[in-house]
T-cell receptor, first 113, second 115 residues
Framework: SAVISQKPSRDICQRGTSLTIQCQVD?????MFWYRQQPGQSLTLIAT?????????ESGFVIDKFPISRPNLTFSTLTVSNMSPEDSSIYLC??????????FGPGTRLTVT | AQSVAQPEDQVNVAEGNPLTVKCTYS??????LFWYVQYPNRGLQFLLK??????LVKGSYGFEAEFNKSQTSFHLKKPSALVSDSALYFC?????????????FGTGTQLKVEL
């Protein structure tokens, strides 16, 4: 299995500020993704992080609110911009491998006050 | 569009009894199906997958799942449940489209195994 790490593991932020979440994957990963999960609920795909180019966003998510970078194969960042309490959630990074499997990081628990 | 349904929000099982967590899917073309488990305050852990071949797939921790094309189902099973199996289980489907490796998740089923 692939190893995925994220930081920070949790944060409490004030509305109007921004938080950048980092994700590091091991070399088995070819694709990287960012998801959002309300505690105890399902996952919603935010975007696919593309190496060296703009991320591919899902319906309902925009680059201005969730800018994503992937400067190389094994590292990506997700920024949650101009936060409001509605952005309080768990943000998960995942990596896809060549055998169709996706592995997930431990998540970043964000609370916006 | 692809979708996954997990009809049960919660499944309760006595330890030692068999368990089943249900999943049905809708996708164009051949489905790639997955089960994940999530323990409290943890990320998702990969359990097993169906890509092609034998309809019964075996995964981690003694879990298995049966792919049924006619019923578009992919139920998760375990012959003998353990208290430590108590967790949130997600079924996911991927269709091999131009969009690549995009997974769609079900709403999750909370499994509670009691002594």
């Amino acid at each position: 299995s692939a190893v995925i790490s994220q930081k920070p593991s949790r944060d409490i932020c004030q509305r109007g500020t921004s938080l950048t979440i980092q994700c590091q994957v091991d070399s088995q990963v070819t694709m990287m993704f960012w998801y959002r999960q309300q505690p105890g609920q399902s996952l919603t795909l935010i975007a696919t992080a593309n190496q060296g180019s703009e991320a591919t966003y899902e319906s309902g998510f925009v680059i201005d609110k969730f800018p994503i970078s992937r400067p190389n194969l094994t590292f990506s960042t997700l920024t949650v911009s101009n936060m409001s309490p509605e952005d309080s959630s768990i943000y998960l990074c995942s990596g896809g491998t060549g055998n169709y499997e996706q592995y997930f990081g431990p998540g970043t628990r964000l609370t916006v006050t | 569009a692809q979708s996954v349904a997990q009809p049960e929000d919660q499944v309760n099982v006595a330890e030692g009894n068999p368990l089943t967590v249900k999943c049905t899917y809708s996708v164009s073309g051949n489905p790639y199906l997955f089960w994940y488990v999530q323990y409290p305050n943890r990320g998702l852990q990969f359990l097993l997958k169906y890509i092609t071949g034998d309809n019964l797939v075996k995964g981690s921790y003694g879990f298995e799942a049966e792919f049924n094309k006619s019923q578009t189902s992919f139920h998760l099973k375990k012959p003998s449940a353990l208290v430590s199996d108590s967790a949130l289980y997600f079924c996911a489907v991927r269709a091999f489209t131009g969009g690549g490796n995009k997974l769609t998740f079900g709403t999750g089923t909370q499994l509670k195994v009691e002594l």
